[in-house]
């Protein structure tokens, strides 16, 4: 008898799994159903201030399959359909069609929620106001995108400072906008130890940002016209013609709470390593709407990134295909760039380690991304942790120019693999002048990380 799986959300989770599973079984042995309450289905928001700045010319180069390919290949995808209840018990879940408000019960065997993360958005005074952006979805860069073009003014203020916050700031400078960065924390990139943060306010203050730090917004100013005029934080007023909101993301899973599925400490649903979720057999999850292992740490965590979304929708597809596949778990690796500063890290900063009972040493060391002697060698800063006394790396971070940004990868395979820095000096990495000098920077980092670990144990 054909069984039917259901997904809850169109994008990297959803129709990865959904592609997956298609792949294993054919149509006649399971129906496959995509609820996906947008527009698109299956496109990079990682791309989206890329687009915004410039640098992707259109909206289209950042889908990577349309749901007319994906009907192609036999899956019903159902765009601007909001599932807004799942009865559990019964295996059916409600769904709502937002243009006609028309509802409609369909019944499952297999559910896969990939309802990923919400952007955070304080209730603050104005934050409805024309004029405040955030940078989800598609649909939230073509807003954006149609604002800057339509608007007369050059000040442009980006609330919140990590990942998302300074990707904006650069697509907003290469659109000719004074831009003003506000964040609540002493540094910007608060996945950074604040002394690594320091190197990115520099940069950014390099590029005539201003950047205000320890500043909590408080309301955004408008106009008689109702449209924005201002942001309002920590006593000063920061004028804008358009603000970005870049605070960050939380869960989706209002669904899964209200229908009393197991939810963590993080507010994301917990999964078993097949990717089900925890005590069901037939439903699944994946992508920015579950808590990970942290390999690292030991403890659950959750990381919004595109890269754990498409394996975790591989995974799960291949379970419900029949296959067998696992995840193991992430170092939390992650890499962005603000104009040519390039900003990397993974595995645990100093406050993960002393959160989770881990004694370490720390080293930092500053060198360039290819041999010295050639000219214009671009310089960036490593900051390496590791365990007191056994000497296993525990996180590494990366400030730089040119080349510094990906070499961030060598500390993410070693996180995996459990290495010491005693271990890592003798990794036999690529060397050439134009690409590293003999000693790459992430090994001069360990061999200093070894000798605070002998002279700390």
């Known amino acids: 008898m054909t069984q039917r799986l259901v997904v809850v959300g169109g994008d990297a989770t959803g129709m990865s799994a959904a592609a997956q599973a298609r792949r294993h079984r054919d149509v006649s042995d399971l129906e496959i159903v995509v609820f996906e309450r947008g ?34 290949l036999g899956i019903d995808v159902r765009l601007r359909h909001e599932v807004v209840e799942l009865d559990v018990a019964g295996g059916r879940l409600r769904s709502r069609e937002p243009a006609t408000g028309t509802e409609t019960w369909t019944g499952y065997d297999h559910l896969v929620l990939a309802t990923g993360a919400r952007p955070i958005r304080p209730a603050l005074p104005g934050i409805d106001a024309p004029g405040v952006h955030g940078v989800q979805t598609l649909d939230d860069g073509e807003a954006l995108i149609a604002a800057l073009a339509a608007g007369t003014g050059r000040r442009a203020v980006v609330v919140g400072a990590g990942y998302i916050g300074v990707e904006m700031a650069e697509a907003l400078i290469r659109r000719g906008y004074e831009v003003t960065i506000v964040h609540s924390g002493a540094q910007p990139m608060s996945t950074l130890d604040p002394d690594m943060g320091v190197l990115v306010r520099e940069a950014l203050q390099g590029l005539d940002v201003n950047v205000v730090g320890d500043s909590e917004v408080t309301e955004i100013r408008t106009g008689d016209d109702g449209r924005i005029r201002a942001v309002f934080a920590a006593g000063r007023e920061h004028p804008a013609d358009v603000v970005v909101l870049g605070i960050g993301v939380a869960p989706e899973t209002t669904l899964a709470a209200a229908a009393g599925l197991p939810i963590g400490n993080h507010g994301g649903l917990l999964t078993d390593s097949a990717m089900r979720v925890t005590g069901y057999d037939n439903i699944w999850a994946g992508g920015d709407c579950v808590e990970v292992l942290d390999l690292v740490s030991g403890m659950r965590r959750h990381i919004a990134l595109g890269t754990h979304a498409n394996k975790h929708g591989q995974i799960i597809g291949a379970n419900i295909g029949g296959g067998y ?41 500053e060198s360039t991304s290819r041999a010295g002697y050639l000219p214009d060698a671009p310089v960036m800063t490593v900051k390496m942790l590791a365990e007191r006394l056994s000497g296993r790396l525990l996180g590494v971070q990366i400030v730089g120019r040119e080349g510094a940004g990906k070499r961030v990868d060598i500390a993410a395979v070693a996180l995996t693999a459990g290495m010491t820095v005693a271990q890592m000096t003798t990794l036999d990495l690529g060397y050439a002048p134009p690409f590293s000098p003999v000693w790459d920077p992430v090994l001069v980092a360990a061999r200093k990380a070894v000798r605070a670990v002998r002279e700390r144990g």
């Open 325 to 365: 596949a696992t995840f193991p778990g992430v170092v939390g690796t992650a890499v962005s760039k603000v104009c040519d500063l390039e900003v990397a890290r993974t595995g645990l900063r100093e406050k993960d380690a002393r959160a989770v009972g881990l004694q370490y040493v720390t080293a930092t060391i």
């Open 39 to 72: 527009h698109f289905t299956s496109y990079s928001a990682c791309g989206i201030p890329y687009w915004v700045g410039g640098h992707v010319r259109e909206r289209d180069h950042l889908i990577a399959r349309t749901p007319e390919e994906h009907r192609a």
